[in-house]
């Protein structure tokens, strides 16, 4: 199999994005909330990216926050995916009442933005990572609904889904042997796009201060810790957006690369 | 009654049942859910008495179902409750922040619509050619991004670096509307980045679309010039989808309005909400999340308006 | 060559391919090509998919849809080489010299202009006319061309008319500019047969009266045969014959013109009584939500090891009919019996062997197969389901069926992307014949191949009935596909059947009305056919 050079290298970037949050507590040079120098030292051979606003050591706040970060926005997207995609499912395939009942549903809370729904919930529920995770996965599992629905739904109306049906195949068979390998590619793909929100969305919260809580630290977090530097030229709170946005790029490159490969086996029109 | 008629008609109930199942969903979201009220604003060291009197004083003994009707008499009447924080009618405070709010994304809507629907013109002639590259590079970069990111690279470049334009963005009634712009030219910035990404790409994939269909290829066939085929055959069949794309993304706008209005320190209905909601005072999140809600279902409204009015097979029917 | 029209000599068409995850490639979709064309005369542009015949039709503009580009010889109209032209000149004569009318008449008029606006658009921008001219002149072709109401047609919009009328007021948007040329590019394909043939009847007698010339691109050479004065055979961009339309027709020259010319000339001779496997009876049937029957009565009997052919056109009720016998579409009254036993309407109440005994072939055999299943497994499945065969048995089983539809060896491990558009439709009848039953529902099965791909799957199809005596319930709307395979006709109008009866009893006459003027809308690959019909239909209609 050939890679593209732009997918191997969102692969290569996103691979070594979930190593260092996994191995995290080897990598960072210092602890998470040590204090080691003097308030936003610039960057030297000790601290390679300088100081935060109270003086701990900002890549290891980085290596730290990167795994918070990622562990939230996973955690999410797994609970998001799990839950939209079997709704969805259900949905296409059961149709009926079952669909018009999920379907309207997801209607409504997609009538509210995710982010003013999630502030709102916040403004009642203790702000914890189970909450977190909790709030985001179920705010994105509609969008996850949506689209796994209308994939399964135009799968579902295939002569080959009829001929299994004629055949006297169970729900089952057609669900997870008919629609689902079918259905997998655009919903992968769906999945990476789903994560780099998730890792946007808990950003903007720990930036608003309504998500992860200090001393954790979180690439939002680091932002709103250091954000005061910014008017004295100090780019601190700048060095998250790198992260960010080479994480949400290289995801992207992967993500498309996944939803070319389905094109190229669902062609087969000529010949 | 003519059937467009009757299903504008029928779409904008639709709408307004919608906002109405909304704002079920707000109250429920901060009632129903764990998490006491009385308990937050309090600390944990309350008395039990000093606990019970604030629920009594919130009504926190009545059924659900009575409070949020009380609720909604009041919205409907236009009272949506006094703040627990500091006693002020929510209405009040959230006129002014409300104006300055549709103020902030007034003008960066009039700056990208039309920057989008350019910058996705431009990438429709020169599809798959460099200028094209070009611009959906930049936009990829721009929504990769999260928005307060996107403030802070602004103030640091513009402000900090080059002191060209101001980091705060204060804005009070004795301004000039020259000095007003000045004020908020850094957020208008950052709003216009963050929806121009996504409205761009939707309006070029929107106009593709409609170039590649079988009618263009009449027209060219017919010898016509290429303006004329824009503007005669390409042009009345856009509108509807991009119509649709301009507002999915002003209501994206309204959103990307609460983090931006953080980061400038703009007195806003974004900075009230956030605000309130670390103070964990319900009822005027509740009122903010409803204003927010109502705009942008009110945007999906308007959206589906004019893509039906725009459909020659619903205004000449059989 | 002073008088031609149009010359094209040595054409090249290329054109960049994107195969998904590969590199662009070049490719060549016409391949020398060269042709002539008088003032006033007909040549009509024949092959099947792949021939390259639209791509040289339009190369009559120099234009080339969707990047395909014009790459060497030239191409003559009126005296000068267009092929490099630059776009000023080319929307000069665009147009005015040269004017299209596309197969999808529906999707090439835009939806929110009115039919007039669009017809008079090449006239008045060219500078050809005054509006009321340009407008006088259009309702002068909507009259010429049969449209109803030619005054006031033109105040609609493109979904306000029908299919067939949109491809009239097509014609009359290209003749509208007075042209030198027209080109015809499969403009009845897309019509239901009766509908076809007025079209054809239309368009022939506006050419003749205009006296413009055409080049005329189709599949269907019986179509071509009544309007073309000359015919050039095309297959994949290179020509393989040319001549008038009499030598084409009666004197074919070239073996791959020749199959073309006997295409679905299968003689088929009629079954004799036979028991019967399926019986419908008094079956009625509507949609769920619907208050209109879509099939209203419906009495079929199809005899054991036979095929009953259901023909109608579209909206007909053939297709739902099939739904009901599978029991997709439960019937409303009615009974149906199957190999002796009373079938459930319901799929659900349904044994196992009365779903195997009941097999389907669907018309597009691309999306019946599971893209993501090997042809072992699509074959493999009914095996294992209905027989419990795994492993090396399956596997033995399967390549018996690849080699009784005549694959052979190596298509085993293949997937369906990986096959011609024949291949597929045989793997389906493989799977169907691999549950071993006794009915076979085919739905279209003929109507997206090209006519010699079709050929061999109806040859197939008959030899596998012989050696199988499984019977065949076989929906089309083609007639020559039913002499070819039926040895009962049932003829389907708006949900009922009209006529139903022996192959040789459906075919003789008397017939009624709607028998009648269906057979005689099938075009008939003789000179004049079109004619003779035509005036045949105007004696009945003045003796009215």
């Given at each position: 199999?050939?890679?593209?050079?732009?997918?191997?290298?969102?692969?290569?970037?996103?691979?070594?994005?979930?190593?260092?949050?996994?191995?995290?507590?080897?990598?960072?040079?210092?602890?998470?909330?040590?204090?080691?120098?003097?308030?936003?030292?610039?960057?030297?051979?000790?601290?390679?990216?300088?100081?935060?606003?109270?003086?701990?050591?900002?890549?290891?706040?980085?290596?730290?926050?990167?795994?918070?970060?990622?562990?939230?926005?996973?955690?999410?997207?797994?609970?998001?995916?799990?839950?939209?995609?079997?709704?969805?499912?259900?949905?296409?395939?059961?149709?009926?009442?079952?669909?018009?009942?999920?379907?309207?549903?997801?209607?409504?809370?997609?009538?509210?933005?995710?982010?003013?729904?999630?502030?709102?919930?916040?403004?009642?529920?203790?702000?914890?990572?189970?909450?977190?995770?909790?709030?985001?996965?179920?705010?994105?599992?509609?969008?996850?609904?949506?689209?796994?629905?209308?994939?399964?739904?135009?799968?579902?109306?295939?002569?080959?889904?009829?001929?299994?049906?004629?055949?006297?195949?169970?729900?089952?068979?057609?669900?997870?042997?008919?629609?689902?390998?079918?259905?997998?590619?655009?919903?992968?793909?769906?999945?990476?796009?789903?994560?780099?929100?998730?890792?946007?969305?808990?950003?903007?919260?720990?930036?608003?201060?309504?998500?992860?809580?200090?001393?954790?630290?979180?690439?939002?977090?680091?932002?709103?810790?250091?954000?005061?530097?910014?008017?004295?030229?100090?780019?601190?709170?700048?060095?998250?957006?790198?992260?960010?946005?080479?994480?949400?790029?290289?995801?992207?490159?992967?993500?498309?690369?996944?939803?070319?490969?389905?094109?190229?086996?669902?062609?087969?029109?000529?010949? | 009654?003519?059937?467009?008629?009757?299903?504008?008609?029928?779409?904008?109930?639709?709408?307004?049942?919608?906002?109405?199942?909304?704002?079920?969903?707000?109250?429920?979201?901060?009632?129903?859910?764990?998490?006491?009220?009385?308990?937050?604003?309090?600390?944990?060291?309350?008395?039990?008495?000093?606990?019970?009197?604030?629920?009594?004083?919130?009504?926190?003994?009545?059924?659900?179902?009575?409070?949020?009707?009380?609720?909604?008499?009041?919205?409907?009447?236009?009272?949506?409750?006094?703040?627990?924080?500091?006693?002020?009618?929510?209405?009040?405070?959230?006129?002014?922040?409300?104006?300055?709010?549709?103020?902030?994304?007034?003008?960066?809507?009039?700056?990208?619509?039309?920057?989008?629907?350019?910058?996705?013109?431009?990438?429709?002639?020169?599809?798959?050619?460099?200028?094209?590259?070009?611009?959906?590079?930049?936009?990829?970069?721009?929504?990769?991004?999260?928005?307060?990111?996107?403030?802070?690279?602004?103030?640091?470049?513009?402000?900090?670096?080059?002191?060209?334009?101001?980091?705060?963005?204060?804005?009070?009634?004795?301004?000039?509307?020259?000095?007003?712009?000045?004020?908020?030219?850094?957020?208008?910035?950052?709003?216009?980045?963050?929806?121009?990404?996504?409205?761009?790409?939707?309006?070029?994939?929107?106009?593709?679309?409609?170039?590649?269909?079988?009618?263009?290829?009449?027209?060219?066939?017919?010898?016509?010039?290429?303006?004329?085929?824009?503007?005669?055959?390409?042009?009345?069949?856009?509108?509807?989808?991009?119509?649709?794309?301009?507002?999915?993304?002003?209501?994206?706008?309204?959103?990307?309005?609460?983090?931006?209005?953080?980061?400038?320190?703009?007195?806003?209905?974004?900075?009230?909400?956030?605000?309130?909601?670390?103070?964990?005072?319900?009822?005027?999140?509740?009122?903010?999340?409803?204003?927010?809600?109502?705009?942008?279902?009110?945007?999906?409204?308007?959206?589906?308006?004019?893509?039906?009015?725009?459909?020659?097979?619903?205004?000449?029917?059989? | 060559?002073?008088?031609?029209?149009?010359?094209?000599?040595?054409?090249?068409?290329?054109?960049?391919?994107?195969?998904?995850?590969?590199?662009?490639?070049?490719?060549?979709?016409?391949?020398?090509?060269?042709?002539?064309?008088?003032?006033?005369?007909?040549?009509?542009?024949?092959?099947?998919?792949?021939?390259?015949?639209?791509?040289?039709?339009?190369?009559?503009?120099?234009?080339?849809?969707?990047?395909v580009r014009l790459t060497a010889g030239t191409v003559t109209l009126n005296g000068r080489d267009i092929r490099l032209a630059a776009p000023g000149a080319l929307r000069a004569l665009r147009g005015r010299e040269v004017t299209y009318v596309a197969q999808s008449a529906a999707a090439a008029f835009n939806p929110a202009k009115r039919l007039m606006e669009q017809v008079i658009e090449t006239s008045l921008a060219h500078g050809l006319m005054g509006k009321a001219e340009a407008e006088a002149r259009a309702?002068?072709?909507?009259?010429?061309?049969?449209?109803?109401?030619?005054?006031?047609?033109?105040?609609?919009?493109?979904?306000?008319?029908?299919?067939?009328?949109?491809?009239?007021?097509?014609?009359?948007?290209?003749?509208?500019?007075?042209?030198?040329?027209?080109?015809?590019?499969?403009?009845?394909?897309?019509?239901?047969?009766?509908?076809?043939?007025?079209?054809?009847?239309?368009?022939?007698?506006?050419?003749?009266?205009?006296?413009?010339?055409?080049?005329?691109?189709?599949?269907?050479?019986?179509?071509?045969?009544?309007?073309?004065?000359?015919?050039?055979?095309?297959?994949?961009?290179?020509?393989v014959e040319y001549g008038t339309t009499a030598q084409i027709i009666e004197t074919p020259q070239e073996a791959y013109t020749q199959a073309l010319v006997s295409v679905r000339s299968i003689d088929h001779v009629e079954k004799p009584e036979a028991p019967s496997v399926l019986s419908v009876a008094h079956v009625t049937a509507r949609y769920r939500g619907t208050t209109f029957d879509v099939l209203k009565n419906v009495t079929v009997d199809l005899p054991a090891g036979q095929t009953l052919a259901v023909?109608?056109?579209?909206?007909?009720?053939?297709?739902?009919?099939?739904?009901?016998?599978?029991?997709?579409?439960?019937?409303?009254?009615?009974?149906?019996?199957?190999?002796?036993?009373?079938?459930?309407?319901?799929?659900?109440?349904?044994?196992?062997?009365?779903?195997?005994?009941?097999?389907?072939?669907?018309?597009?055999?691309?999306?019946?197969?599971?893209?993501?299943?090997?042809?072992?497994?699509?074959?493999?499945?009914?095996?294992?389901?209905?027989?419990?065969?795994?492993?090396?048995?399956?596997?033995?089983?399967?390549?018996?069926?690849?080699?009784?539809?005549?694959?052979?060896?190596?298509?085993?491990?293949?997937?369906?992307?990986?096959?011609?558009?024949?291949?597929?439709?045989?793997?389906?009848?493989?799977?169907?014949?691999?549950?071993?039953?006794?009915?076979?529902?085919?739905?279209?099965?003929?109507?997206?191949?090209?006519?010699?791909?079709?050929?061999?799957?109806?040859?197939?199809?008959?030899?596998?009935?012989?050696?199988?005596?499984?019977?065949?319930?076989?929906?089309?709307?083609?007639?020559?596909?039913?002499?070819?395979?039926?040895?009962?006709?049932?003829?389907?109008?708006?949900?009922?059947?009209?006529?139903?009866?022996?192959?040789?009893?459906?075919?003789?006459?008397?017939?009624?009305?709607?028998?009648?003027?269906?057979?005689?809308?099938?075009?008939?690959?003789?000179?004049?056919?079109?004619?003779?019909?035509?005036?045949?239909?105007?004696?009945?209609?003045?003796?009215?």
């Amino acid at each position: 199999m050939r890679i593209p050079i732009a997918a191997l290298i969102g692969l290569i970037f996103t691979g070594a994005y979930f190593l260092a949050a996994i191995f995290a507590g080897l990598l960072a040079p210092y602890g998470m909330a040590e204090i080691v120098g003097d308030v936003w030292e610039p960057a030297s051979a000790e601290h390679w990216l300088g100081t935060d606003s109270i003086g701990r050591d900002l890549l290891s706040r980085m290596i730290w926050g990167g795994q918070t970060t990622i562990f939230v926005a996973t955690a999410a997207t797994i609970l998001s995916f799990t839950l939209g995609s079997i709704l969805g499912f259900i949905a296409a395939v059961r149709g009926g009442w079952v669909d018009q009942l999920l379907s309207r549903g997801v209607d409504l809370m997609m009538s509210i933005p995710s982010l003013i729904s999630a502030l709102v919930v916040l403004s009642v529920m203790p702000v914890t990572l189970p909450v977190l995770i909790l709030v985001m996965g179920l705010l994105d599992a509609t969008r996850v609904f949506r689209l796994s629905r209308a994939v399964a739904v135009d799968i579902a109306v295939m002569d080959y889904v009829e001929a299994a049906r004629l055949r006297g195949e169970k729900q089952t068979w057609i669900i997870f042997r008919e629609i689902l390998p079918n259905a997998l590619s655009p919903l992968v793909a769906e999945m990476g796009l789903r994560f780099i929100f998730s890792v946007l969305f808990i950003s903007t919260l720990s930036f608003l201060g309504l998500g992860v809580q200090p001393p954790l630290a979180d690439w939002g977090g680091i932002v709103k810790e250091n954000k005061e530097g910014i008017v004295y030229g100090i780019p601190a709170a700048l060095i998250p957006a790198v992260a960010i946005a080479t994480l949400a790029i290289s995801v992207n490159l992967v993500a498309d690369w996944v939803l070319n490969r389905t094109t190229s086996l669902k062609g087969g029109r000529g010949g | 009654m003519h059937p467009i008629l009757k299903l504008l008609v029928q779409r904008i109930a639709l709408g307004l049942l919608l906002l109405l199942a909304a704002s079920v969903l707000i109250f429920v979201g901060t009632t129903v859910l764990p998490g006491d009220v009385a308990q937050n604003i309090l600390g944990q060291g309350a008395t039990p008495q000093a606990l019970e009197n604030l629920r009594q004083q919130l009504g926190m003994n009545d059924p659900a179902h009575v409070r949020y009707f009380n609720w909604l008499g009041g919205v409907l009447q236009g009272d949506l409750g006094t703040a627990l924080t500091n006693g002020q009618d929510i209405a009040t405070s959230m006129g002014q922040r409300l104006g300055n709010t549709l103020f902030l994304a007034f003008w960066a809507a009039v700056v990208s619509v039309p920057l989008a629907i350019g910058l996705g013109l431009i990438a429709v002639r020169y599809r798959n050619r460099w200028p094209d590259k070009v611009i959906s590079t930049i936009t990829l970069a721009t929504v990769s991004v999260p928005e307060f990111l996107l403030g802070y690279i602004a103030i640091f470049i513009l402000s900090v670096q080059f002191r060209a334009l101001p980091s705060l963005a204060m804005i009070n009634e004795s301004m000039s509307l020259g000095e007003q712009l000045y004020a908020i030219s850094l957020p208008v910035l950052v709003l216009v980045l963050t929806v121009l990404g996504h409205m761009m790409r939707m309006t070029r994939a929107a106009i593709l679309n409609v170039m590649q269909s079988a009618y263009i290829e009449t027209a060219e066939l017919k010898g016509l010039a290429p303006f004329t085929i824009i503007y005669r055959h390409a042009f009345p069949n856009a509108i509807a989808p991009v119509v649709n794309v301009v507002m999915l993304n002003l209501a994206y706008l309204v959103v990307g309005v609460v983090v931006v209005e953080v980061v400038f320190v703009y007195p806003g209905m974004g900075q009230y909400l956030v605000d309130h909601v670390a103070k964990r005072d319900v009822p005027v999140v509740q009122a903010c999340g409803l204003v927010f809600a109502a705009v942008y279902i009110g945007m999906n409204i308007i959206a589906d308006v004019v893509s039906i009015l725009a459909n020659p097979r619903l205004r000449h029917p059989k | 060559m002073a008088d031609n029209l149009l010359t094209i000599t040595g054409l090249k068409i290329e054109a960049t391919a994107y195969p998904p995850g590969e590199p662009p490639k070049e490719i060549t979709l016409v391949h020398g090509v060269s042709l002539e064309l008088e003032k006033g005369k007909v040549l009509g542009l024949i092959g099947e998919s792949g021939a390259g015949k639209s791509t040289i039709g339009l190369s009559s503009m120099a234009y080339g849809r969707g990047g395909v580009r014009l790459t060497a010889g030239t191409v003559t109209l009126n005296g000068r080489d267009i092929r490099l032209a630059a776009p000023g000149a080319l929307r000069a004569l665009r147009g005015r010299e040269v004017t299209y009318v596309a197969q999808s008449a529906a999707a090439a008029f835009n939806p929110a202009k009115r039919l007039m606006e669009q017809v008079i658009e090449t006239s008045l921008a060219h500078g050809l006319m005054g509006k009321a001219e340009a407008e006088a002149r259009a309702v002068m072709l909507f009259g010429k061309l049969g449209l109803p109401n030619p005054e006031t047609i033109g105040r609609r919009y493109p979904h306000q008319v029908s299919g067939g009328q949109l491809q009239r007021v097509m014609t009359a948007m290209a003749l509208c500019p007075k042209p030198d040329l027209v080109v015809f590019d499969e403009p009845t394909t897309a019509l239901d047969v009766t509908t076809q043939i007025e079209v054809l009847a239309a368009i022939k007698e506006a050419i003749r009266d205009t006296g413009v010339a055409a080049l005329y691109i189709t599949h269907d050479l019986a179509v071509v045969a009544q309007v073309a004065d000359h015919i050039m055979v095309l297959r994949q961009g290179r020509m393989v014959e040319y001549g008038t339309t009499a030598q084409i027709i009666e004197t074919p020259q070239e073996a791959y013109t020749q199959a073309l010319v006997s295409v679905r000339s299968i003689d088929h001779v009629e079954k004799p009584e036979a028991p019967s496997v399926l019986s419908v009876a008094h079956v009625t049937a509507r949609y769920r939500g619907t208050t209109f029957d879509v099939l209203k009565n419906v009495t079929v009997d199809l005899p054991a090891g036979q095929t009953l052919a259901v023909v109608g056109e579209s909206g007909s009720g053939k297709s739902t009919l099939a739904r009901v016998i599978t029991g997709l579409l439960p019937a409303a009254q009615g009974k149906i019996t199957f190999a002796g036993r009373s079938l459930s309407p319901a799929l659900a109440q349904r044994t196992k062997d009365d779903l195997r005994e009941l097999q389907m072939i669907y018309q597009m055999a691309d999306v019946a197969m599971n893209p993501r299943q090997t042809v072992g497994t699509i074959i493999g499945r009914p095996l294992e389901f209905y027989f419990g065969l795994t492993g090396a048995a399956k596997r033995q089983r399967v390549q018996e069926l690849l080699d009784q539809i005549e694959m052979g060896k190596g298509y085993i491990d293949r997937y369906p992307a990986e096959l011609s558009g024949g291949q597929k439709q045989r793997v389906c009848i493989a799977r169907a014949l691999a549950a071993k039953p006794k009915l076979i529902i085919c739905d279209e099965v003929t109507s997206a191949l090209d006519p010699l791909v079709a050929d061999g799957i109806l040859k197939l199809l008959l030899a596998l009935q012989a050696q199988e005596n499984v019977a065949y319930l076989f929906i089309t709307h083609d007639l020559a596909t039913v002499r070819a395979i039926a040895d009962r006709i049932a003829v389907m109008y708006r949900g009922e059947v009209v006529r139903y009866g022996t192959k040789t009893d459906v075919l003789s006459p008397p017939f009624d009305d709607y028998t009648d003027l269906l057979l005689s809308s099938v075009p008939e690959m003789e000179l004049g056919w079109l004619e003779q019909v035509i005036a045949s239909r105007r004696m009945v209609a003045a003796g009215n």
